[in-house]
């Protein structure tokens, strides 16, 4: 994934760095017909021009951003889950065991129900 070698780069913490490229390693090998990109300044993937998921790195968490439709979607699980979420980004700690699980969720939420969107965000 060279498109994000220099985000990676930058991310101080070895440990922080390591967890964070494990996830976007997961997400490109899980599913091979998203297409890394890098924008405003995060790695992201798309799916025929649409946007699927993005990623932005804090000093202690991986945060997720589906978009608001996909919070609103998965918000009684991440309550469930006791995952600590906002408006449009769910955090993953990283002293924590990271949650695939929900993440591939996310991701197949999106990419069905953006199958016939023709933007790159939701209207």
Partial sequence: M???NDFLSKISNPI???????VLMWVSHKYPQLKPEFKWNQP?????GTFIIA???????LSVAPERAGIIHFEEEFKLKKHDYSK?????PFDKPFDYD????IIEFNIIDKENCKT????
């Fill in 2 to 4: 060279i498109e994000f």
């Fill in 16 to 22: 922080n760095r390591a967890k964070t490229e494990e």
């Fill in 44 to 48: 992201m993937f798309t799916l025929n």
């Fill in 55 to 61: 990623f932005s790195v804090a000093t202690k968490h």
């Fill in 88 to 92: 449009m980004f769910l955090r993953f």
């Fill in 102 to 105: 929900l993440l591939s969720k």
């Fill in 120 to 123: 790159f965000w939701r209207k």
